[in-house]
């Protein structure tokens, strides 16, 4: 039975290396976003990342509008943009229904003649979940977003997964 306890033994360990061999991230840490940063992984663009990310609330329109830009290369445009709109709820954290009329997520890839292509979340056109994680008053708004946005302006879509937003008021 010794002979029995040191194969097994001898085996666990061989796969227990193997295994962790393969995990390198296994214990990454989560960095959380700062103030004003945005991050999404969009499929076909890559990764969509900002320092710009700010919010804007409706006050008595009871909605909350999010705008996070990446500009052009000299710095004098937008080239690539999220915009958020959606319903005010006063308690977090809440998901954001996309079957009422006035909210949307939306996404445009904006092309040297100016004009946008977008990629939009709505009532009837794509499918996706914005989570409202946390609001401070007059400071910021914290949350996720992922979803399949469907073209506008032409045909196809995008997905967009791992994203959240830190955008301040």
Known sequence: MNKNYKAFFAILTISLVTFLSGCQNAVAPIIP???????????GFGTFYTTNAHA??????SIYSIHASVRTADGLNDSVVFD???????ITPYTVDFSDPISYMNYCITHTDGSCSNYRVENGTGSGILKVTSITANDNIQGTFS???QSTTGSGNITVTDGEFYASF
Request: hydrophobic share 35%; charged share 15%; no cysteine.
């Open 33 to 43: 976003l700062k103030p004003g940063e945005m991050q999404a992984t969009v499929s």
């Open 56 to 61: 804007i609330d409706g006050g008595s329109n």
């Open 84 to 90: 958020f709109n959606f319903t005010k709820l006063t």
């Open 147 to 149: 979803g399949t946005f």
